[in-house]
């Protein structure tokens, strides 16, 4: 193939439809036969709802980490959901321009903040990102994610972010599996000192419950 062909190819896939759904999905993140819908547990935020931060440290939603995303994300219809994320200065990676590592978080935090809406714990098993352009720091990303189909334990979604507005085009893509898990996950595996703060604040508590399926 000629280099300007090739050059044609590349951007031709950069400007492919701009839904997510047009996107093959590798085939572990292709559900299963026997996957359904997702359903809306029925104290689920409601729609246009803040979720809040689960966890005041976290690195995507913390408002107690300094140089976190603090992302915001909101209950949408259905199983989905709307966030946004400003760049800021502390999250460049090429000088001016957001870290694709960063860009993969703000996905991976909006889509675990999907599993509120079936109020499941989960964690990430399989994070697949496109990056289709350039995020300047000072841009607002406009992130909105569904869950598509739940099979067992197995949880599948996918995202996208928007610059410009919440319909400008795609910046950053991605799909993903995350799994069910119990609270023992965390209990046993996280450092014992965030472990014995979170367990002894109510407030954080009561987040947790809010996780968990017929609390
Ligand atoms: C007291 C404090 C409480 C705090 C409460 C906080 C609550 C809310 C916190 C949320 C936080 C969100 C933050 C953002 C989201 C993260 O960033 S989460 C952090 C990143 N993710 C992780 O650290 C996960 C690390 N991985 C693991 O712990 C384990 O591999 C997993 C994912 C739990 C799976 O292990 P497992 O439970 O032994 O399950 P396993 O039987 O291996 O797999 C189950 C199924 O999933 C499939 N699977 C598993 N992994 C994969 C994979 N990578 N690819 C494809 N398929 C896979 C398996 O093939 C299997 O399929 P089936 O055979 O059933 O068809």
Redesign the pocket.
């Known amino acids: 193939m000629s280099t300007e062909n090739h050059h044609r190819d590349d951007r031709d896939r950069r400007e492919r439809p701009k839904s997510a759904a047009a996107e093959p999905a590798p085939p572990?993140?292709v559900p299963?036969p026997n996957a359904l819908p997702p359903v809306r547990h029925p104290d689920a935020p409601a729609p246009g709802e803040l979720l809040g931060s689960?966890?005041d440290h976290?690195f995507?939603c913390g408002e107690g980490q300094p140089h976190g995303l603090h992302l915001q994300a909101r209950a949408g219809d259905g199983v989905t959901i709307t966030a946004e994320f400003t760049v800021q200065s502390a999250h460049q990676g090429a000088p001016g321009l957001a870290h694709g590592g960063v860009l993969a978080t703000a996905l991976?935090?909006t889509?675990?903040s999907l599993?509120w809406l079936l109020r499941v714990?989960?964690?990430?098993?399989?994070l697949e990102t496109d990056f289709v352009r350039p995020v300047p720091v000072g841009t607002v990303l406009f992130l909105q994610a569904e869950i598509t189909a739940v099979?067992?334990?197995?949880i599948y979604s996918r995202a996208q972010g928007r610059i410009g507005g919440p319909d400008g085009p795609v910046a950053v893509r991605a799909q993903a599996?995350?799994?069910e898990?119990k609270?023992e996950?965390?209990?046993e595996?996280?450092r014992a000192d965030e472990?014995r703060a979170?367990?002894s604040d109510p407030d954080?508590i009561r987040?947790?419950r809010a996780?968990e399926v017929n609390p």
């Open positions: 572990s993140l299963p689960h966890y976290c995507g991976d935090e889509l675990g599993n714990i989960a964690v990430t098993g399989r099979a067992g334990r197995k599996l995350f799994i898990v609270v996950h965390f209990t595996n996280g472990i979170v367990m954080q987040r947790v996780f």
